[in-house]
């Protein structure tokens, strides 16, 4: 016979994989679900309270210990979004006949400003790493083959605005005959068409050719594969090669990251007239609200956007013939 603790384990792993289904949860996402709920379910077992049974004024209870944890806003509306989604599924599977949760308000969330690179850091970034592949000497073939990568990891970061995880793990099959756009697999398991410019793709036509010349590398199946194996790079690798170009430009370890350049993709496409939509689509959020969060700029960006795009500047008004 199963104990309390395993049957409410059970119970919340079968609860959990139905939402994994529905909403196509990520391994990290379901991951941060499972603890949640089990934070709760722990709690709740401390005050005697069976989780199937719990009321309105326990998940205030419950919320308010989270507050005098110290727990940040971001992180209490994850935790109520976990919370509510769990109970829905136990309400639709007859588990409970009420979702307790309906009348507590979301908490504010933080809106933390994209931390984006100007586009005349991402040059320098770019002409830095294509100077230290030029400048080595063709002699020192595995040096100059992972200064070439750093710099494909980079136009091809910049010029698509990928994940790192993502990147990592592109097969070398989708890029034998490449032209601009490649279908890639994002977070959920969902798919999605990322574009490459022309800058990028001579870069990747030349890593091609050097990944050809290592024999090391004959029978990896990935784009951007581990020296000695038959797996991926690591992302731990490609933060260690970029934080190096960057102190070599006198930058430190944490200024300039992947993540930072993908946010410069969104942050810059956007600056240059970019619809939401499309963004939304190329940088394969489920949510146009995550997308949003790039809309939050500084004035002098709003006024420059209504300088240079208003119908209104085009118009010479002193000349009466333009009417």
């Not at 010349?213 to 194996?229: A, R």
Request: charged share 25%; with cysteine; net charge positive.
């Amino acid at each position: 016979m199963m104990n309390n603790k395993t049957t409410d384990n059970h119970l919340i792993d079968k609860i959990i994989n139905i939402i994994e289904v529905e909403k196509g949860l990520s391994q990290n996402t379901k991951s941060a679900y499972t603890s949640d709920i089990n934070l709760m379910n722990d709690w709740f077992k401390k005050q005697n309270i069976d989780f199937l049974n719990a009321k309105e004024k326990d998940f205030r209870n419950l919320f308010y210990f989270f507050k005098t944890q110290n727990f940040k806003q971001n992180s209490l509306t994850r935790k109520l979004s976990s919370m509510r989604q769990f109970y829905k599924i136990l309400k639709e599977e007859e588990y409970i006949k009420k979702n307790p949760l309906n009348n507590i308000n979301s908490f504010n969330k933080e809106k933390k400003l994209p931390n984006a690179l100007s586009e005349n850091l991402i040059s320098l970034i770019l002409e830095t790493a294509k100077e230290n592949f030029v400048n080595l000497d063709n002699e020192l073939l595995e040096k100059k083959t992972k200064s070439l990568r750093t710099l494909v990891v980079l136009e091809i970061l910049y010029s698509t605005g990928m994940r790192i995880s993502e990147l990592v793990c592109l097969p070398l099959s989708d890029f034998i005959n490449i032209t601009d756009k490649l279908q890639i697999k994002g977070k959920g398991g969902v798919y999605r068409v990322v574009v490459f410019n022309k800058e990028s793709l001579d870069t990747i036509s030349l890593w091609l050719r050097y990944r050809s010349f290592s024999k090391v590398f004959i029978n990896n199946k990935y784009m951007f594969p581990e020296k000695n194996g038959n797996t991926h790079i690591s992302r731990q690798t490609i933060y260690k090669n970029i934080n190096s170009l960057s102190k070599s430009i006198g930058f430190e370890d944490k200024d300039i990251t992947p993540h930072k350049i993908r946010h410069s993709f969104a942050t810059h496409l956007l600056n240059r007239g970019a619809d939401l939509r499309s963004l939304q689509k190329l940088l394969g959020h489920a949510d146009i609200s995550t997308t949003e969060i790039y809309t939050y700029v500084r004035p002098d960006r709003l006024q420059g956007l209504v300088k240079d795009t208003h119908p209104l500047n085009k118009i010479n008004f002193t000349n009466k013939e333009s009417y």
